[in-house]
């Protein structure tokens, strides 16, 4: 294995946590889940990287599949298990995204890898080339990752919102004659 085919990617780990997460119910791994899987494995889905693997190769199936079911777990989990991120998980979650960073950064010092992109950018066209040069585009990403954090709460937020208000009308009850 070279340091470019490891699951060290936040979806290919995020692929090896769903699993967990749907065979143990961990509402831990839910939340990593929710937001990795919505944020990394929809832009993915949007923007593939798949390098000189086109379809039908294998490969091309094997990311589509793969990223599809990071997102597939996690709506499962949000609507089977009634799991949901709370206002705390937003930060939660970010904050270990940035303790994982570190570690991937670490790993690709010694290994030469470029694990998250925070190396180069990819060699395909991507979200990064807005971002800036190496390594600004970084501290770009880290916003953008923060705000689709928030996006993606935002639902359970303004349900939430409904509810304290009850703005949500109740049901009438019968009249009676």
């Known amino acids: 294995m070279t340091a470019a085919t490891l699951p060290l990617h936040l979806c290919g780990a995020a692929v090896v946590l769903s ?3 749907l065979m143990n119910k961990s509402y831990r791994l839910y939340e990593i889940i929710y937001f ?7 832009q993915a889905l949007l923007q593939p990287d798949i390098g000189a693997f086109s379809y039908p190769h294998f490969r091309f199936f094997q990311f589509f599949v793969s990223h599809g079911l990071i997102v597939t777990a996690s709506i499962f989990a949000t609507f089977i298990f009634h799991y949901r991120p709370h206002f705390k998980s937003v930060f939660k979650i970010f904050g270990l995204t940035n303790l994982y960073m570190l570690f991937i950064a670490v ?3 010694f290994t030469d890898g ?3 992109f925070i190396c180069h950018k990819p060699e395909t066209a991507s979200l990064l ?6 390594p600004w585009y970084i501290l770009s990403l880290e916003m953008v990752g923060l705000i689709s954090f928030m996006i993606y709460y935002s639902p359970f937020a303004i349900a939430d919102l409904f509810k304290k208000r009850k703005i949500v009308p109740e049901p009438e009850s019968p009249a009676m004659d």
């Open 107 to 109: 790993f690709n010092y």
């Open 19 to 21: 699993a967990i997460m």
């Open 114 to 116: 470029n694990y998250l």
């Open 129 to 134: 080339d807005f971002m800036g040069p190496w």
């Open 36 to 42: 990795w899987g919505l944020g990394g494995a929809l």
